[in-house]
């Protein structure tokens, strides 16, 4: 038997002025990053509008809101004011996520549809607004939220 080597290189950055310079990018002028992920969303946003909805679909909109709140983290800048809305969309997700295992049913309330379209559109700005550097210190944070359980888990541990 041989002993597995943890030793894993790093990749090798070509150009680093361009990737540093793409850091400084706006998230919202990139058709790749902005406007796919947008459409996702909002496309996940409408299958639970029109009651099609699957897990998937929210899945999408759970890392939406992850999201909206990791850039207010990052940067206060990017809709720490909006901290309470998008608290409040969370829990409506939350909320309508346990709810919909139970049923199979993915379908919002009145009050958990407003608060989760007022996050999105708030989400929407981040996007447009943070660049590139400070999306991925947002994946970064959501990622350390949950690997250290820090995340609400919508499906109790057996």
Known sequence: MRKKSKYKPKGVRLDNLSWIAAGFKKV????????????????????????????????VLIAALNMAEAFYCINPLLGEDWADEIKAAQDAIFTMSRRGLKLNNFVFTGSEMTAVKLAMSVH??????????????????????????????????A
């Open 124 to 157: 929407d700005v981040q996007l447009d607004d943070c660049c590139v550097r400070e999306m991925e210190q947002s994946i970064g944070y959501v990622t350390s939220r949950v690997r250290s359980r820090h995340a609400r888990a919508i499906v109790e541990p």
């Open 28 to 59: 919202g002028s990139l058709p790749t990053a902005g406007v796919a992920l947008k459409l996702k969303n909002h496309e996940a946003l409408e299958a639970v509008l029109k009651g099609y909805a699957t897990r998937d679909h929210i899945d």
